[in-house]
């Protein structure tokens, strides 16, 4: 029972590259989430998926697509990578309801230079 | 933007020491959960408090809320130097949001 399980851990890109940050999860969860962290900030919400074959933005999507590919496994992409979006990038997923809390993955630390 | 907000920013004790985090939030929430995250790792979900909740242990840990102040804590009681970590606070209302943590180093 591995949890959440994201590759890869790190990632340098130059500027205008693009990439894919994968995520899966063996615990049968139905949403999943994708947040970035940055110094002295808490966590945002990029997208997130409720179930399968859905997703919705969060606070800061804008630069990022997402894949709910199937029910274990929400992508997040870097279409352009900018400066910017340098940061850790953590993939979450939990059970519906609201008597649950997350189960966060080991992160992708990201640097576009 | 952040909903909940942590205090203190740090917080350093000696091994043994009781330690005590305060989160506060604005707006209405289903519940409150406190997560730990050690240097360069994921964060670990600790306790969920439901909004009709006003107490919870879990071990070491105390969690109270005060919905009426919208206000949260932890303790951590007879800390160890295995405790060293960030801990944060996250409402759950309409979405969730986390604060922006507080560092705490615990010292042998």
């Known amino acids: 029972n591995a949890g959440v399980t994201q590759t890869p851990k790190f990632q340098v890109l130059k500027t205008g590259q693009s990439m894919t940050l994968q995520c899966a999860q063996d615990m049968n969860h139905n949403s999943m989430y994708w947040y970035r962290q940055d110094p002295g900030m808490g966590l945002r919400l990029i997208y997130y998926?409720?179930?399968?074959?859905?997703?919705d933005k969060g606070e800061v999507p804008n630069g990022y697509n997402v894949s709910r590919l199937n029910k274990r496994e929400f992508s997040l992409r870097l279409e352009s990578a900018a400066p910017s979006q340098t940061s850790v990038y953590f993939c979450a997923s939990k059970l519906t309801g609201i008597n649950y809390g997350y189960t966060f993955g080991s992160g992708t630390r990201l640097t576009v230079v | 933007s952040q909903q909940g907000e942590e205090d203190p920013q740090a917080l350093s004790i000696q091994e043994g020491e009781n330690a005590t985090m305060n989160c506060s939030y604005k707006?209405?929430?289903?519940?409150l959960q406190w997560y730990r995250q050690n240097s360069g790792r994921g964060l670990v979900h600790l306790i969920l408090i439901r909004s009709n909740e006003r107490e919870k242990h879990s071990g070491r840990l105390r969690v109270t809320l005060d919905t009426s102040k919208k206000s949260s804590s932890l303790l951590i009681t007879a800390s160890r130097a295995a405790d060293t970590a960030s801990y944060f606070c996250a409402t759950e209302g309409s979405d969730m949001r986390f604060g922006a943590g507080t560092r705490l180093t615990v010292k042998p």
């Open positions: 998926s409720a179930s399968e074959g859905t997703t």
């Open positions: 707006t209405s929430i289903n519940n």
